[in-house]
């Protein structure tokens, strides 16, 4: 259904091969607007009786399947499931053998009702004390009816320890999330950074809500089951539905999606902190409060305090809402949060802020604009060694299709953006350096259109890479 001649797919490589170049060196100052847009299907749902949204066969099944960081450090995971005929049992029975599940671990059952739509029985299981960098096998629910998965434990708080996130953000249910998922199951992601907007489900009507934010979660068992995928949310997780007596917000988010907030003294589900191999995560609200004195300001200030670059060199913060982006769609919805916390990102010199929201791909130069106050100052961003990269990667194919519309003239600080759909991966590889990709969803090949070798912010300024050597 998509052939393309093998003249276009030449001039495509070309076109790949003179991008890669251009973006290599991170100091590179060109900004650069790739012309490529691709966009292989229309942005509608994948219909519900699909096979990729497949109910699992057998009574009271488990399903939704997912997997998140359970504690601080990366000893812990939490196991999360769907069952639809009864509650129980909630337990995960693991082991490090296919077959031997020695040990298990016994979770807790919520259920929940949105609309006139009744949720099915939500398992969230905490299974801790865990190894590092070893593979485990669970196995959850009954008889005839039990799946069994796998997971990876990372390695220990290492600063030279290697590994490789994936990024995903607005990921949805089209054909487009399908490319994209399947995409990044062929990387060498260990774990996913995912940038918020799930499942889209709120742009449906009434019970359908409730029913798409589970067909989504059978969706991303394919991956999430078999390795944890650290949650943003976005303005899709709100739900803020006065017209249906729904306004707790986050109300579908938060019963279906643990996140290991009390590990890092978070007060909140929606943010909180994490360590794993030689980074440490910084997950922020977009859509909770933030100024000043409030709770999610006041953590993120501990929080910075906490974060040893000597034990996790990397500094990564995720939020929903880009602070730089120009892209003109939602341009500067992220000032107010750029506001109340760039400085912080400078003064720590945190390695990448990812967002998602935009769909489409940037990278940003290192630039800041902290010395603009409302009475004093330039307006405008500056080139800034400490400040850290921005990389939006809201290009996961959900039905509100891509915004391709960028800014023009590209403003300085922008390095690269392309409005096509993908995802990218950050292949961490010691204290020094990481290799970062972003992924073009190309047909049916995983096609690199924009690569950087990125030099470590902490060790950058104290020379740590060149102490070793002498
Ligand atoms: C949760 O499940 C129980 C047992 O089936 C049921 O009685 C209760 O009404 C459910 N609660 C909600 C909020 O749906
Ligand atoms: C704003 O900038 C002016 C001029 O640089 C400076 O005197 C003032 O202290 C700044 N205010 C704040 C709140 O940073
Ligand atoms: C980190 O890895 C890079 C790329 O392999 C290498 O050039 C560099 O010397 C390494 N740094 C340290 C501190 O091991
Ligand atoms: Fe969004």
């Not at 062929?186 to 499942?199: N, P, R």
């Not at 501990?302 to 500094?315: A, F, I, M, Q, S």
């Amino acid at each position: 259904m998509f052939k393309r001649t093998s003249a276009r797919n030449w001039s495509f490589q070309f076109l790949l091969i003179c991008l890669v170049l251009l973006s290599c060196a991170e100091d590179s100052k060109a900004g650069l607007t790739s012309t490529f847009i691709r966009q292989l299907w229309p942005s509608t749902d994948i219909p519900l009786d699909n096979e990729v949204f497949a109910v699992p066969t057998g009574h009271n099944a488990p399903q939704q399947v997912h997997i998140t960081q359970g504690d601080y450090d990366g000893k812990a995971v939490i196991v999360s499931w769907v069952t639809t005929e009864i509650p129980g049992p909630s337990k995960v029975q693991y082991g490090k053998s296919e077959h031997q599940y020695q040990w298990s671990a016994e979770g807790t059952i919520t259920n929940y009702t949105f609309y006139q739509y009744k949720s099915g029985y939500i398992h969230h299981c905490l299974v801790d004390g865990l190894e590092y960098d070893t593979k485990y096998y669970y196995k959850i629910g009954m008889g005839d009816s039990a799946r069994k998965f796998w997971f990876h434990t990372p390695p220990k708080i290492d600063p030279d320890a290697a590994h490789t996130f994936g990024i995903i953000g607005d990921l949805g249910q089209t054909y487009n999330s399908l490319s994209t998922l399947e995409h990044y199951m062929q990387s060498k992601g260990q774990a996913v950074l995912f940038l918020g907007d799930l499942s889209y489900a709120d742009r449906y009507t009434e019970n359908d809500i409730g029913i798409r934010w589970d067909s989504w979660g059978r969706f991303a068992e394919r991956s999430a089951a078999y390795q944890p995928w650290i949650w943003t949310v976005g303005n899709h997780e709100i739900d803020y539905m006065p017209e249906l007596g729904e306004v707790g917000p986050f109300k579908n988010f938060i019963h279906r999606y643990a996140t290991p907030f009390l590990a890092s003294k978070s007060s909140d589900p929606v943010w909180y902190a994490i360590r794993r191999a030689s980074a440490h995560i910084i997950v922020l609200s977009s859509y909770s409060p933030f100024v000043t004195y409030t709770p999610q300001w006041r953590w993120l200030r501990e929080e910075l305090t906490k974060v040893d670059r000597e034990k996790t060199p990397w500094l990564i913060v995720l939020m929903h809402v880009p602070l730089y982006n120009s892209n003109e769609a939602h341009f500067m919805e992220g000032e107010s949060m750029r506001v109340a916390f760039e400085s912080w990102f400078v003064q720590y010199k945190v390695d990448f802020i990812l967002s998602g929201h935009v769909h489409a791909y940037e990278r940003s130069h290192r630039i800041s604009n902290i010395h603009y106050n409302v009475s004093a100052g330039d307006a405008y961003p500056v080139p800034d060694k400490s400040a850290p990269v921005y990389l939006t990667v809201g290009d996961g194919g959900n039905q509100e299709g891509l915004a391709s519309t960028f800014m023009d003239p590209q403003p300085e600080y922008s390095a690269f953006r392309e409005a096509s759909y993908g995802h990218s991966t950050l292949e961490i590889m010691n204290r020094t350096h990481a290799l970062y990709h972003w992924h073009r969803n190309d047909d049916n090949n995983k096609v690199t259109a924009d690569s950087v070798m990125f030099l470590n912010q902490y060790s950058a300024t104290n020379c740590i890479g060149e102490k070793k050597k002498t």
